[in-house]
């Protein structure tokens, strides 16, 4: 898998342009928290990674080729779309079934039980999900993205709703799948766990006004702290925060910056060794690879 990147992507609609010539790059292992006040094009941006909204100018590529041609990425909604009167073993099993048709019962059960355990919730296979705390439901909605493994995980506002205590281990946990080697963005308005982000992308009336380290991010607008970039974006048009960002140095530095080391690998999605007989043969891998680059060719 390569870097996701953003080049020049411009989107218009009704004669309203959303986003406006945005460049920027996110490597494998690196947590991107997307921010910005309201209407500043969040929303838009994670259309166009997923593939789901098309640029009326300008690229979005992961790796070599077109995201739209990487295979399926994940997507949590700020809205967990639940079934909760279902078990969390059940539910995944569903979604295993619709994602991974070609896994067999016992491989599948396999890979349901990596996956929670790589999320925590491996106390928690037979509940219903109807019982679970608010972070639990979202750790079961990244748990369901995550069987397919993913190279880009994409969350809307995940941690909107939860206690400070359960924000920063949700955070946490999207720095953990990043740091084993896949690329995670995050759209979020909560600050408090933002230092433990890679990268920090801030958005200004679908203009770009900063992407690089959280450390770095409140002394670039004049603020305090992280809380304070919000007042400190409503002291200057958005297009002179646009236009200082492309003449930075930063802004550079940014685009080129070094691709992180991966922590550790990705595959399996949890620390528990696969069984013989979840690990695919020779023929299997070959025919996977096959069926993906006949994909990638339509």
Same mark, same amino acid.
């Given at each position: 898998?390569?870097? @996701?990147?953003?080049? /020049?992507?411009? !989107?218009?609609?009704?004669? #309203? &342009?959303?986003?406006?010539?945005?460049? @920027? %790059? %996110?490597?494998?292992?690196?947590?991107?928290?997307? !921010?910005?006040? +309201?209407?500043?094009?969040? +929303?838009?941006?994670?259309?166009?990674?997923?593939?789901?909204?098309?640029?009326?100018?300008?690229?979005?590529?992961?790796?070599?080729?077109?995201?739209?041609?990487?295979?399926?990425?994940?997507?949590?909604?700020?809205?967990?779309?639940?079934? #909760?009167?279902?078990?969390?073993?059940?539910?995944?099993?569903?979604?295993?079934?619709?994602?991974?048709? $070609?896994?067999?019962?016992?491989?599948?059960?396999?890979?349901?039980? $990596? &996956?929670?355990?790589?999320?925590?919730?491996?106390?928690?296979? /037979?509940?219903?999900?109807?019982?679970?705390?608010?972070?639990?439901?979202?750790?079961? +909605?990244?748990?369901? $993205?995550?069987?397919?493994?993913?190279?880009?995980?994409?969350? /809307?506002?995940?941690?909107?709703?939860?206690?400070?205590?359960?924000?920063?281990? &949700?955070?946490?946990?999207?720095?953990?799948?990043?740091?084993?080697?896949?690329?995670?963005?995050?759209?979020?308005?909560?600050?408090?766990?933002?230092?433990?982000?890679?990268?920090?992308?801030?958005?200004?009336?679908?203009?770009?006004?900063?992407?690089?380290?959280?450390?770095?991010?409140?002394?670039?607008?004049?603020?305090?702290?992280?809380?304070?970039?919000?007042?400190?974006?409503? #002291?200057?048009?958005? !297009?002179?925060?646009?236009?200082?960002?492309?003449?930075?140095?930063?802004? #550079?530095?940014?685009? &080129?910056?070094?691709?992180?080391?991966?922590?550790? +690998?990705?595959?399996? /999605?949890?620390?528990?060794?696969?069984?013989?007989?979840?690990?695919?043969?020779?023929?299997?891998?070959?025919?996977?690879?096959?069926?993906?680059? @006949?994909?990638?060719?339509?």
């Amino acid at each position: 898998m390569g870097s @996701l990147r953003i080049d /020049d992507l411009t !989107v218009r609609a009704s004669g #309203r &342009t959303i986003l406006d010539s945005l460049s @920027l %790059v %996110v490597h494998p292992g690196e947590l991107c928290a997307l !921010v910005g006040p +309201s209407g500043a094009g969040k +929303s838009t941006l994670m259309k166009a990674v997923l593939g789901l909204r098309r640029p009326s100018q300008g690229s979005v590529q992961l790796g070599d080729g077109p995201v739209s041609g990487s295979g399926p990425l994940g997507y949590v909604p700020q809205d967990d779309a639940l079934h #909760r009167v279902l078990t969390v073993r059940k539910s995944l099993d569903y979604a295993a079934q619709l994602r991974l048709p $070609e896994l067999a019962a016992e491989e599948r059960g396999h890979r349901i039980e $990596e &996956t929670l355990a790589r999320v925590g919730l491996s106390d928690r296979l /037979d509940l219903r999900i109807g019982k679970l705390s608010g972070g639990q439901r979202k750790r079961v +909605s990244v748990a369901l $993205e995550l069987l397919t493994r993913p190279p880009v995980l994409v969350l /809307d506002e995940p941690t909107s709703g939860l206690d400070p205590g359960m924000e920063a281990r &949700t955070m946490g946990l999207f720095a953990e799948l990043a740091h084993e080697g896949r690329i995670v963005v995050v759209a979020t308005h909560a600050m408090a766990s933002i230092h433990i982000c890679d990268v920090v992308v801030v958005l200004v009336a679908g203009r770009l006004a900063y992407a690089g380290p959280p450390s770095d991010c409140p002394g670039w607008f004049d603020a305090a702290d992280m809380n304070g970039i919000f007042p400190a974006i409503a #002291r200057r048009a958005p !297009v002179v925060w646009a236009r200082s960002w492309l003449q930075s140095d930063a802004h #550079r530095a940014a685009l &080129t910056r070094a691709v992180p080391p991966v922590r550790k +690998s990705s595959e399996p /999605d949890c620390n528990i060794p696969l069984s013989p007989a979840s690990t695919p043969s020779s023929a299997e891998a070959q025919l996977a690879a096959l069926k993906a680059r @006949l994909g990638r060719s339509e």
